[in-house]
């Protein structure tokens, strides 16, 4: 559970919900996709606004050939769920174009589950969580603020947001790491 | 002798009109002095369940408590008189980390009944653990009676602070078997009915059900509901005090099982705008609603002054359609100073750099977080306080 301040509403969203709902995910199909939106006169789209994110906090650069996928899940929101989708991700080796990108959230997993997570996977993490970081307050179109990012050739190319109820579904679809 | 003569009751009459008449007096704050406290670099308390401070009135000391959760690390200083040459004090650290092994939630609140009597709710809301001032587990308990009749409920505490008063701890209740809220109407609308008050006796070991009273659930007209679970604190006659986020009344709950309703609103309020069962689902929508619409915050008791103090949050005019959204640390408050009777007496408002969440009512006055993360002027090597004393305000001259 978060505890962010004024936290109360979130932090409350993120106990009903995680407590009362969380504990068994249906593994609905996911059957929302995503594309990029089209830019407006007075943001940047959101492909520039992820790559941009990677670049400032981590030095990272979406690699420049071929395809690559960032799962995205932030401290904010329903918090039960995005344990649950940590915690999944740790149970499997995933293929080298993946790339877990997460915040202070992965400090409430135990010591095992980080170590296997970041065994299983190239982990992002922005752990300074004494406020909200950037991850937690960029506006990528992931209405549950938690999503799969894919890109090609260095670009952004769709949005896939996934849930509670859906990221098993989603998550399956990534790429494993070969024997 | 006087009352047997006509002008000795008009004289009395004149007393009395002229107390149903007056007006409370209007009440202010005054920034004293700044108390600050030594902290790991990575730790921000950013919720009032895991703030307590306790006061030895006996031995004239004081208690200050934070809870660290993500290192299950409890600080905590006893606050001498005078403040030590760098004006920072330090904080020594407890080790929960045993706890709440055996669950994977981490701690969520504390309370104290006295120094050598700490208490601490995990995450999981299924366990209650208290302490010795080292740490060590004196009693614990798995409460996990059926509460209110047949309904299986579990214990939390809301996020509030775990109050305590005598014996008893003053909680919150929450159903079991609601089933999912974002993707069931119905199952929503089953939770808006759920009573939520619950207070316990420790003095039994299962007191799961001894609880006494009960109270109202989430409130929901008109869908202004903010789902948030209520602002509490208590009375010194150990009543319970509820709010509801977007409603300026004050719920009034005795354990005698007398109930009274207050209006207390902000001299800011407004009306929240409805949120559509849609938008549960949607965080993006709800992260937006939070920003931009006013609230009533934290409601703290003030036993000292016989007052109360309750935030409300102002909300943002705009949030949204931002590459990168406003923080919650911007959003302007106030804080409304109410007297016994709950009659508001006084209105301060705060610029976003003072944290509403980062309240404590100590002997001294009421301290106020004044650097928060977000802003500038934050050391993360320090907690920082304001301390503020009430003082009345001059009527306006006319």
Redesign the interface.
Known sequence: MRYFFPLSFLMCIAGVISSSSCSSPTGTPATESSPVPAASATSPMPNQLFATYLHDTFSHTIPSSGEHWYVVIPAVGCLGCAHAELRYLAGTAWAPTVTVVTSGLLRDLSKAEQTSLARHVQLLADTFRVADNTLDRISLPFHSLTGLVRTRDGQAVEFLPFDKDTYQHVLATLPKRRP | MLLLQPAGWLVLAGILLSACNRTPERIGLTATTEIRFRKP????P??R??LAYYDDSLRGQEYFYFLD??SNTLLHTRLAAAPPADSVFALQRTSLAHLFHHT???L?AMGVFAPDSLVFVD???HSICLTNAQGQVRQQWQPRAPIYGRTPY?I?T??QPVYTKGSRLYLHA???D??????DTMAFHR?LTYKTGLVLDVRDTLFANNFTGEFPGFLSAKNNF????P?SCVTPEGDYLFTY?SFSQIYRYALSGHKQVTDAPSRYHRPARGLPFSSL???????GY?LTEP?Y??LLSDPYRRRYLRVY?HGLPAA??????????D?PWSLLILDAGLNVVGEVPFAPTY???LILVTRRGVLIGNH???HAGYN?QQLSFLLFTYQPLQAPSS
């Open positions: 670099a990575s730790y921000y950013q919720a369940c895991i959760r993500a994977p939630y981490p969520e995450g999981g809301v579990f939390t809301g996020f929450g159903p079991d609601v089933g999912n809220i974002t993707a939770l903010n789902i948030v679970a602002q986020g689902k949607n965080h993006q929508d709800l992260i939070k609230e915050g934290p949050r949204l359609n931002q590459p990168v959204r406003p923080s919650y640390a959003i944290d509403p969440d928060r993360p977000e993360p």
